[in-house]
Every structure is written in C-alpha cells, then in structure tokens.
C-alpha cells in the first residue's frame, strides 16, 4: 500500500504546525461516485462495472479506516470524486471497459468534464481541506457525497 510506504515522511510532515490541514500532510484518495453503495439503486443501478464500483467501494471503506487511524498523527484522509472526466472510461470506448454497456441508459453520452477542468476543481478545493473533511467522501467541487 503506498500510504504505508510514505507514512514516515506523512509523520513527519504532520509533526510541522499544529493544526490538521491539506497544507501539512493529507493522504487523498481518488475514488468515484459509482463506489457511493448509497447510491448504487435505480438509475444509479444503470452502470454495470460491478468490479470497478466493488473497488472504489472497497477504497472508501479504506479511507475511513485511515482517517481513524490517522487522526492521532494529525493527517488527514479523505476520498475524492474528481467527476465524470472525458477519458478512455468516460468516452466512445465506453465499452471496452464496461461489458454491460447494453443495460446503460446513458451509453451513447459521453462525460462532459475535460481533464482540465477536473484537475483544476480538485486542486482548488483541497486546499482548503482541514480537520472536518477528515475521513470524507467529496467530489470536485468540494460537495459531500454519500456513502
């Protein structure tokens, strides 16, 4: 895992200031809205990556068991939605990563977040992160999305 690897320099980082903030030391995991289990019903339902939503799943757990575990050392841990971004996933080739693309309402569309516009979302908005986004799930936009 590699918040393992870079938990001595996330220690040390964390051991400079005396309040928790992305400005210190923060482990930021980019998860995704399909790995809400909250939202995994009706249209939600729709997108059948069923070892992609497991795993996002599976990453958000993970999340706030850091954050738990973490808080004692002042770093911060949160999972971050960055939007549906114009990609190979999020594009024509749809298919090629989701086998069930025929039970998708929404298979012709494609994203309509560009690269750019989701970088510069999550960048401006972890910036602002501090103690009470600990073991959060945001999107880009810094809203709180369900677990």
Known sequence: ??????????????????????HKTAVVNVSSLL??????????AEFKTYPYKASKAALNMLTRCVAVDFVHLGILCLAVHPGWVQTDMGGPNISAFCPFTHHFTYRSQQALLSKEESINGVLSMIGSFSE????????????????
């Open 1 to 22: 895992m590699i918040t393992k690897a870079f938990l001595p320099l996330l220690r040390k980082a964390a051991k400079q200031g005396t309040s928790m903030g992305f």
């Open 35 to 44: 790995g809400s289990v909250e939202l995994n019903w009706g249209s939600g």
């Open 132 to 147: 009470k986004n600990n073991g959060g799930f945001l999107d880009y936009t810094g809203k709180t999305l369900p677990w």
